[in-house]
């Protein structure tokens, strides 16, 4: 009668969170949680982590169209580069490699 199931520690109740998110539980009623100020500050800033993440990779763009968007994106700015005239790549006249 100690309230020792109830007194789960940081690290246990951390374990544990994969696990409660996965199987869609509220972490939010869980009685660590509740009491905890650590976790719940804890998980205030992973919720922004992946607020962030949200916006940076919209959900509707699965990740590899976006590599082929980006990898595109470099080719175009290379060719840029390339073509445009005294562009930042010049080699100089007495360049070794103009011999
Ligand atoms: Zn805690």
């Known amino acids: 009668m100690s309230g020792e199931k109830e007194t789960m520690n940081c690290t246990e109740f951390q374990a544990l969170l994969p696990e409660l998110i996965g199987s869609g539980i509220e972490f939010s009623s869980h009685p660590h ?55 930042v790549q010049t080699v100089p006249e007495d360049h070794p490699l103009k011999r």
Do not use: F, N
């Open 33 to 87: 949680y509740r009491e905890c100020a650590h976790c719940q500050a804890l998980m205030q800033d992973l919720e922004a982590i992946a607020e962030a993440a949200r916006k940076l990779l919209p959900v509707e763009d699965p990740p590899e169209a976006l590599w082929t968007q980006i990898e595109k994106a470099i080719e175009v700015e290379e060719a840029l580069a390339r073509s445009r005239p005294g562009g």
